[in-house]
């Protein structure tokens, strides 16, 4: 199968090894994207939970993110856009990012509020 991604030659190999990272347990996790259609859809994604530390005038400040890697082929991503993961829900919040070979995106979120 030939998979249409990214314009430099060995991309497959490229999307052939992330679909392969993805899939390993210890780095990609179920999810449930929901986009702003209200369609839903199964997919897997990559957590990262660096901390973020910013400079307010000579203070530091300290705060958790949550950022999640999703592939390209399987969704594009929105503003607004909802993911569910282990229990948690999740609203993307900012511009989705692409890699440079545009394989990935990756999003910054923030918790749902509970209703």
């Known amino acids: 199968m030939q ?6 030659a060995g991309s ?8 392969a990272l993805f899939s390993d347990p210890n780095i990609g996790h ?3 994207y929901t986009g702003r259609d209200g369609a839903s ?8 939970r660096p901390d973020a530390v910013t400079g307010f005038g000579e203070a530091q400040i300290w705060s958790p993110t949550t950022r999640f890697d999703l592939l390209a082929h399987d969704v594009t991503p929105y503003e607004g856009d909802r993911l569910e993961m282990g229990g948690e829900v999740f609203i993307i919040q900012g511009e989705p990012v692409r890699d440079a070979e545009r394989l990935v995106w990756t ?6 509020e509970s209703t």
């Open 107 to 112: 999003v910054d979120v923030r918790e749902a």
């Open 30 to 32: 179920d999810a449930l």
């Open 3 to 8: 998979r249409k991604f990214g314009s430099m």
């Open 41 to 48: 859809r199964a997919i897997r994604v990559a957590a990262r």
């Open 12 to 19: 497959d190999a490229i999307a052939g090894a992330l679909d």
